[in-house]
């Protein structure tokens, strides 16, 4: 995977409400030379504020984050996990997004 926006995969509607208690994005491969900056939406909308979404370090394979701004989610909600930001040389492959909820 590489470049801003990339979709990691269709997005997921929740089957029942919930509130998330952190996230742990982790990957088999280094994450290049570059960092990347990952994203997760409810609806469209990022669950974090500006700022401060989780960044796999260039040379990094793991981040780990409990500092959600939009932790409520609803039956019915669509979860999508992209890249937001990731210099031209960067890309991960082997992704594993790890998204845990009360």
């Known amino acids: 995977l590489s470049g801003p926006t990339t979709f ?3 997005p997921l509607v929740m089957p029942r409400a919930g509130t998330w208690s952190f996230v ?6 280094v994450a290049s030379t570059a960092s990347a900056y990952i ?3 409810k609806n469209g909308t ?3 504020d500006a700022g401060t979404r989780p960044t796999i370090a260039g040379g990094g394979t793991f981040v780990s984050t409990a500092s959600i701004a939009t932790k409520n989610f609803a039956r019915g909600d669509r979860i999508s996990w992209d890249y937001d930001q990731v210099a ?3 890309h991960i492959t082997d992704f594993n997004i790890e998204l845990i909820s009360e």
């Open 8 to 10: 990691i995969q269709a």
């Open 24 to 29: 742990n994005f982790v990957t088999r491969t």
């Open 39 to 41: 994203d997760i939406n």
């Open 46 to 48: 990022s669950i974090f």
């Open 88 to 90: 031209s040389t960067g």
